[in-house]
Structures are given as structure tokens and as C-alpha cells.
């Protein structure tokens, strides 16, 4: 783009590019087309504004995390599209951020439309509610409320979308969803997270799609925990609570015994995504033992595991005091697909950890785009809705199946 490129200019090129690698709904596309994204970026450059980037709006001084950031905006576009909002519709967002999204939101309900925004953070409650005043959105309703308890006073709504990643779903929310509304939230298991798109049915949440995203986890739900490997904290794992990670145990395999690789015959190009075959392994009968590993880029220098698939964030079946991890090496023997898939594994049950996770990754090479179908039943319910692999949390059970 040219350096004096006009904001109009520079929002319809961050469109267009958006819909060279993901579709958007005519609404979703004119509203990010319409609504000006600098306005709620005061102090950031034009260019930063239009760029497919988060922005940190708010630093989080106990964490590496933010507190509130401006969302990547194709991730922005992508659930909306979810989302499919109708004009007219009642909308609640959980996590205000910069307001933007609670702007479009807002240009996608119309007159007619009703739009809440909350957050527990008085600062950015504050923010989303001057940046849309200045933008023009007086209509939307800003609350500082905890995003867990929602906001009942306006409910029912038609959709619900959370703009923070959650661990599971809060039981305030299920009355506050009218029967066939939609809800959008990023939902994490197992170490990884995607943005799910879910219909209420009665007492059950039925997934209409999910796809890979990332975001600032909400506060007040703790049942994600992280097992540091070794003293210095440079391996990592992520898993639920209800999974049993023994650090000393891995750790001594991981210092003690050789690591061993197995390569799959599942084959990739160089931009194709393999995060399939964690989101396969997850949804797969009987295994509970799959996590994250995160490694930093110190522990990949001093060579103290072999090279994880993408070492902030890989799928690893952890058992006891063993694991096997996803691992991509590059052969050249097909030029469209040269890296291959393949596990690398540590501890006396490495052998047989390894090729369980060849298993998913075959599994996954088979039926490459496929998506598990989630339901979601609240614990209080007799039993999972319909057959599938169970992953019970606090409030609620999902079930995923092929």
C-alpha cells in the first residue's frame, strides 16, 4: 500500500487480504469494511491498525499474558462469520477489549439490534465504552461485570460471543442463551484451543464448526494447570485437571533415557496446517492423555529434547513416566509435501507412546479436514448427550465424535 494510503484505503485492504484465505458473510464483510478500527487504536500508526495483528490494549503485570488485547482481525472476521448475526438480533459479548468488536457487532444487529458488551476490568470497560461513544455506537450497553456471570438483566439473548478463551463452559450463561441461539466462544481441552460455534438445543450445546484460534483466557477458571519439567521451567506441560502429569517421573525419563523418533507416512507442504492431528487425538476414544508441550527456545538449543513441531505449542501423550510429542522433519523425496510427521518419544514406554501417536496422526492423514461434531450437556445432567469420547469438566461434559 502506498505510505499515504487513507484509512479507508488501508481498512478494505485488510478485507480484501482476509478473504484471500478465509470466507466471510456479506454482513461480516461490509461491517469490518465500515467501521473504522483506528478509532478504537488511539496512539497507533494507520498501518498497525490495518495490520492482521492483535494490539495489547492492557499489560497484565503478573503475567506473561495481557490483560485485554485488540483481537488479530481475521480471527475477528472468522467468528462473526460463526456467529451469524441477523439484524435484529439481542447479542451479548463477554470481554469488551477496544470495543471494535462490540462495533460491529453492533452495525451487523442495526437499529433494531440490541448489544452488550462486559468485562470485569473497570479500565477497559472504560475504554470500549469512550472508544465507542467517539465511534458512534452510543447504543451498545457497557458493563464492568465478572464475563462468568453474564449479564441476565438483558437476556435472553439470540448470540453469545466470548472475546477471552474459556476452559469451560459457566452455568450462568445456560438461561441466558434463548433456545436455538448461538453461541461463539473459544474453548480449550486438552491444551489447545478453537473457536467453537454452538446452537442450544434444550440442555445440550450442539457444535455447528470449530476452528483453530487463541486468546487471553478468562479470569477465574483454573482448571488448566502447567507442570514445569525441570527446575529452570524450559519444559512445560499444559493439561486439564483431571489428567495426572508426575513431573519428577518425566523429567528424570527425559534426562535419563534417549529420546527415540518414529516417523509417520503422513507428508505436508510447507504451509499446510497438522493441527488436525491434536484436535483428532482429542477426540479419540479412551485417550486422556493427551497435552501441550511447550518448550523454550534455550531447552531447544542446549538440545535437551529433540526439536518439538512448533515448540511453544505441541500435542504430547503423556503417561506415567513417559511422552511422545508431534515432530515434522524435512525429506526431500516430494517436493509438494516435503516435511513428515512422526513422534518423538522418552521413558521406558517410549516405543509404545510413539506409535499411539502415529495412530492419531494416520488417523488424522486419512480424512484431513475433518471436524469432530461437540456436544456440551451441563454435569447436573444425567449423562453425555449422544456416544463419543467424554471430557468431563466442572460445570459441564463435552463429547466428541467422528
Given at each position: 500500500?502506498?505510505?499515504?494510503?487513507?484509512?479507508?484505503?488501508?481498512?478494505?485492504?485488510?478485507?480484501?487480504?482476509?478473504?484471500?484465505?478465509?470466507?466471510?458473510?456479506?454482513?461480516?464483510?461490509?461491517?469490518?469494511?465500515?467501521?473504522?478500527?483506528?478509532?478504537?487504536?488511539?496512539?497507533?500508526?494507520?498501518?498497525?491498525?490495518?495490520?492482521?495483528?492483535?494490539?495489547?490494549?492492557?499489560?497484565?503485570?503478573?503475567?506473561?499474558?495481557?490483560?485485554?488485547?485488540?483481537?488479530?482481525?481475521?480471527?475477528?472476521?472468522?467468528?462473526?462469520?460463526?456467529?451469524?448475526?441477523?439484524?435484529?438480533?439481542?447479542?451479548?459479548?463477554?470481554?469488551?477489549?477496544?470495543?471494535?468488536?462490540?462495533?460491529?457487532?453492533?452495525?451487523?444487529?442495526?437499529?433494531?439490534?440490541?448489544?452488550?458488551?462486559?468485562?470485569?476490568?473497570?479500565?477497559?470497560?472504560?475504554?470500549?465504552?469512550?472508544?465507542?461513544?467517539?465511534?458512534?455506537?452510543?447504543?451498545?450497553?457497557?458493563?464492568?461485570?465478572?464475563?462468568?456471570?453474564?449479564?441476565?438483566?438483558?437476556?435472553?439473548?439470540?448470540?453469545?460471543?466470548?472475546?477471552?478463551?474459556?476452559?469451560d463452559v459457566p452455568a450462568a450463561w445456560w438461561e441466558q442463551l434463548r433456545e436455538g441461539g448461538r453461541l461463539v466462544l473459544p474453548l480449550r481441552w486438552r491444551g489447545q484451543t478453537?473457536?467453537?460455534?454452538?446452537?442450544?438445543?434444550?440442555?445440550?450445546?450442539?457444535?455447528?464448526?470449530?476452528?483453530?484460534?487463541?486468546?487471553?483466557?478468562?479470569?477465574?477458571?483454573?482448571?488448566?494447570?502447567?507442570?514445569?519439567?525441570?527446575?529452570?521451567?524450559?519444559?512445560?506441560?499444559?493439561?486439564?485437571?483431571?489428567?495426572?502429569?508426575?513431573?519428577?517421573?518425566?523429567?528424570?525419563?527425559?534426562?535419563?533415557?534417549?529420546?527415540?523418533?518414529?516417523?509417520?507416512?503422513?507428508?505436508?507442504?510447507?504451509?499446510?496446517?497438522?493441527?488436525?492431528?491434536?484436535?483428532?487425538?482429542?477426540?479419540?476414544?479412551?485417550?486422556?492423555?493427551?497435552?501441550?508441550?511447550?518448550?523454550?527456545?534455550?531447552?531447544?538449543?542446549?538440545?535437551?529434547?529433540?526439536?518439538?513441531?512448533?515448540?511453544?505449542?505441541?500435542?504430547?501423550?503423556?503417561?506415567?513416566?513417559?511422552?511422545?510429542?508431534?515432530?515434522?522433519?524435512?525429506?526431500?523425496?516430494?517436493?509438494?509435501?516435503?516435511?513428515?510427521?512422526?513422534?518423538?518419544?522418552?521413558?521406558?514406554?517410549?516405543?509404545?507412546?510413539?506409535?499411539?501417536?502415529?495412530?492419531?496422526?494416520?488417523?488424522?492423514?486419512?480424512?484431513?479436514?475433518?471436524?469432530?461434531?461437540?456436544?456440551?450437556?451441563?454435569?447436573?445432567?444425567?449423562?453425555?448427550?449422544?456416544?463419543?469420547?467424554?471430557i468431563s469438566k466442572r460445570e459441564t461434559r463435552l463429547t466428541l465424535s467422528y
Open positions: 500500500m502506498s505510505p499515504t494510503a487513507t484509512s479507508e484505503e488501508l481498512r478494505n485492504h485488510l478485507v480484501d487480504t482476509i478473504l484471500q484465505g478465509q470466507p466471510l458473510t456479506p454482513a461480516v464483510e461490509q461491517a469490518m469494511r465500515t467501521v473504522p478500527r483506528e478509532t478504537f487504536l488511539p496512539g497507533i500508526d494507520l498501518d498497525e491498525a490495518y495490520a492482521d495483528q492483535a494490539v495489547i490494549i492492557k499489560d497484565n503485570p503478573d503475567g506473561p499474558l495481557a490483560l485485554s488485547c485488540a483481537s488479530v482481525p481475521s480471527v475477528v472476521g472468522m467468528m462473526l462469520t460463526q456467529l451469524d448475526v441477523q439484524p435484529g438480533d439481542n447479542i451479548l459479548e463477554i470481554g469488551a477489549g477496544t470495543g471494535y468488536n462490540a462495533a460491529l457487532l453492533d452495525e451487523l444487529a442495526g437499529g433494531d439490534g440490541n448489544v452488550t458488551s462486559i468485562d470485569i476490568d473497570s479500565d477497559v470497560a472504560l475504554h470500549a465504552r469512550t472508544m465507542l461513544d467517539r465511534a458512534g455506537h452510543q447504543r451498545v450497553h457497557v458493563m464492568e461485570r465478572d464475563g462468568l456471570i453474564g449479564a441476565p438483566e438483558n437476556a435472553p439473548y439470540d448470540r453469545m460471543i466470548a472475546a477471552v478463551g474459556l476452559w478453537r473457536s467453537v460455534a454452538l446452537t442450544r438445543r434444550g440442555d445440550t450445546l450442539v457444535s455447528e464448526g470449530m476452528e483453530l484460534c487463541g486468546f487471553v483466557p478468562i479470569i477465574g477458571q483454573d482448571g488448566e494447570k502447567t507442570t514445569a519439567l525441570n527446575a529452570e521451567a524450559r519444559i512445560l506441560v499444559i493439561h486439564d485437571e483431571d489428567q495426572a502429569v508426575d513431573a519428577a517421573a518425566l523429567g528424570t525419563s527425559l534426562t535419563t533415557t534417549p529420546g527415540i523418533e518414529v516417523m509417520s507416512e503422513q507428508r505436508i507442504g510447507g504451509e499446510e496446517s497438522f493441527d488436525g492431528v491434536w484436535l483428532r487425538a482429542t477426540a479419540t476414544a479412551t485417550d486422556d492423555r493427551v497435552c501441550r508441550l511447550q518448550v523454550t527456545p534455550e531447552a531447544v538449543a542446549d538440545e535437551l529434547v529433540l526439536r518439538p513441531a512448533v515448540p511453544v505449542r505441541t500435542p504430547v501423550l503423556v503417561d506415567g513416566d513417559s511422552l511422545a510429542y508431534l515432530i515434522v522433519r524435512r525429506e526431500g523425496v516430494d517436493p509438494q509435501r516435503p516435511h513428515r510427521l512422526g513422534a518423538a518419544a522418552y521413558g521406558p514406554h517410549a516405543e509404545k507412546l510413539a506409535q499411539d501417536l502415529i495412530a492419531h496422526i494416520e488417523d488424522w492423514g486419512a480424512a484431513r479436514t475433518a471436524v469432530p461434531r461437540m456436544t456440551i450437556t451441563p454435569v447436573k445432567a444425567d449423562a453425555a448427550a449422544g456416544s463419543g469420547h467424554v
